[in-house]
């Protein structure tokens, strides 16, 4: 059964910082692409950062480039977004996603396994 589950949100002050962590089973992650994306409400989930297998390559939102750092643990099965310098505009729910196709990309539609979600708040 493949299954992602995020753990690590939280509420945090403007310019804290956050470790999201995305933990795989059923499949391995370094054999396909992998990203995190947010939605915020009242807007359409979006993409924040994307690896994919094939390369290493890493794509960030321009929104948070400079401030998060994507990542995998191949031994742990797990992902991860490093979130420094938060801002409020980063008050969202985080998912993890993976696809079989190893390019990545920062469209949600073209991923085929989700995790839950975790909320991610940045205020004072």
């Known amino acids: 059964q493949v299954q992602l589950v995020e753990s690590g949100g939280g509420l945090v002050q403007p310019g804290g910082s956050l470790r999201l962590s995305c933990a795989a089973s059923?499949?391995?992650?370094?054999?396909?692409?992998i990203g995190w994306f947010r939605q915020a409400p009242g807007k359409e989930r979006e993409g924040v950062s994307c690896?994919?297998?094939?390369?290493?390559?890493?794509y960030y939102a321009d929104s948070v480039k400079g401030r998060f750092t994507i990542s995998v643990d191949n031994a742990k099965n797990t992902m991860y977004l490093q979130m420094n310098s938060l801002k409020p505009e980063d008050t969202a729910v985080y998912y993890c996603?993976?696809?079989?196709?190893?390019?990545?990309?920062?469209?949600?539609?073209?991923?085929?396994?989700w995790g839950q979600g975790t909320q991610v708040t940045v205020s004072s």
């Open positions: 996603a993976a696809r079989t196709d190893p390019p990545a990309t920062m469209a949600p539609r073209e991923y085929d396994y």
């Open positions: 690896i994919s297998s094939s390369d290493g390559s890493t």
């Open positions: 059923g499949f391995t992650l370094d054999y396909y692409a």
